[in-house]
């Protein structure tokens, strides 16, 4: 029995959305995502399934929250502290094991609300590196980002070109605020904000909501002419507190063993000749590169894919060609679900100014971000 996405919908995507609370953000999103699948949520659908974290939101039990602006009111609702990418795994679970059919998933983020973002970034470090007070929190992706070079090859030129790349990219899609034109002299040449990281290779951050409506195989098929089927779905953490003692600086254990689970859920060999396109993470630059090798795309060095243009848009492997979190953004855990959001408008034919030719089958691939280290990966078809 598949699972498969038959409807999506989402809101916001700006920096601010100060017209709207989180609330309203997850209800517009939720009846866009149940009128694209043609059904009623009080109704049809069997489970609600929300990605929220109370250390994002600045209210304790924050689960509280879920059910109303998604319809789940006296209905199953469940909660899971991650990346909206491991609610759309526990929805695939509940779908597969027969204990629903139709199952909702929600997850979304709203920066602009946190006064105190730094220090919450701070306060989410081991108790050793806060005692430090390192001043930026984000200076781990900078050890991250040194250690990638060391091991890798790769030069403070490359990671520039994924910036450059992915913003420039990004001015053709609608929900992109981030998007810019931008040289790669000009990125080279700015002042290291996390060295060897200047701004312009760290996505900034943006209010949104997403929400996602999956289904059983004869549900989807009653439903949609042409769904979307998750063909794989797997999400690891690194043992340990991750942060410091056990983490593999310049790498991340985390992607490469749920891309080998996704992958063999999906029966994928050569995941970068068997699928037509990639959403990744690149929150900060050079995590695209670290990631596509860690995914099996590029074990010849993925810097020097980049170098010949095979992951640019027209390239023989398109690479985040929504723009990637350096044109849209960084959204807390409703981030998977951006990527997710793209690449199923892609499969749809659907993706607007980024839309590719021809694409049928995508890999999904999210961070939770400093200071953890939970990946997930998502194989998707047509």
């Given at each position: 029995m598949r699972t498969a996405i038959v409807g999506i919908g989402w809101s916001g995507f700006r920096p601010s959305v100060p017209e709207l609370s989180f609330t309203e953000m997850m209800y517009e999103a939720a009846v866009r995502a149940y009128e694209d699948a043609g059904v009623d949520a009080r109704r049809d659908v069997d489970v609600f399934v929300s990605c929220q974290e109370d250390f994002w939101e600045g209210i304790a039990i924050n689960d509280e929250f879920a059910p109303d602006p998604v319809g789940g009111v006296m209905r199953p609702t469940v909660t899971v502290a991650g990346d909206g990418l491991q609610c759309v795994g526990q929805a695939y679970m509940m779908i597969r094991s027969g204990l629903a059919e139709l199952v909702a998933v929600e997850a979304h983020g709203k920066p602009s609300d946190v006064k105190t973002l730094q220090e919450i970034y701070e306060l989410a470090?081991?108790?050793?590196?806060?005692?430090?007070?390192?001043?930026?929190p984000f200076f781990l992706a900078g050890l991250d980002a040194v250690a990638y070079m060391r091991r890798s090859g790769a030069r403070r030129e490359h990671f520039a070109l994924v910036a450059v790349k992915n913003r420039r990219r990004g001015l053709r899609n609608p929900r992109a605020s981030h998007a810019a034109s931008i040289e790669l002299k000009a990125v080279l040449n700015a002042r290291p904000a996390?060295?060897?990281?200047?701004?312009?290779?760290?996505?900034?951050?943006?209010?949104?909501?997403?929400?996602?409506?999956?289904?059983?195989?004869?549900?989807?098929?009653?439903?949609?002419?042409?769904?979307i089927w998750l063909e794989g779905i797997w999400w690891s953490t690194e043992v340990g507190s991750g942060s410091v003692?056990?983490?593999?600086?310049?790498?991340?254990?985390?992607?490469r063993l749920a891309a080998k689970e996704a992958y063999r859920q999906a029966g994928l060999k050569d995941p970068r000749r068997q699928t037509d396109f990639a959403e990744v993470e690149d929150r900060f630059s050079f995590m695209e590169l670290l990631f596509l090798e860690e995914l099996g795309m590029a074990p010849e060095g993925a810097h020097k894919l980049l170098e010949s243009g095979y992951f640019d848009a027209e390239g023989s492997y398109p690479v985040n060609p929504s723009g990637g979190s350096l044109s849209l953004g960084t959204s807390f855990e409703a981030?998977?679900?951006?990527?997710?959001?793209?690449?199923?408008?892609?499969?749809?034919?659907?993706?607007g100014g980024v839309q590719l030719r021809g694409a049928e089958r995508a890999v999904v691939a999210s961070w939770r971000g400093v200071p953890s280290y939970t990946s997930a990966v998502a194989v998707l078809g047509r």
């Open positions: 470090l081991d108790p050793q590196l806060r005692a430090l007070k390192p001043g930026n996390i060295y060897p990281l200047t701004r312009h290779e760290i996505a900034g951050f943006t209010d949104a909501a997403i929400s996602v409506v999956m289904a059983s195989e004869q549900k989807a098929r009653e439903l949609r002419s042409e769904p003692e056990w983490h593999e600086w310049g790498s991340m254990p985390s992607a981030t998977g679900l951006m990527r997710l959001l793209e690449a199923v408008l892609q499969l749809r034919g659907e993706a």
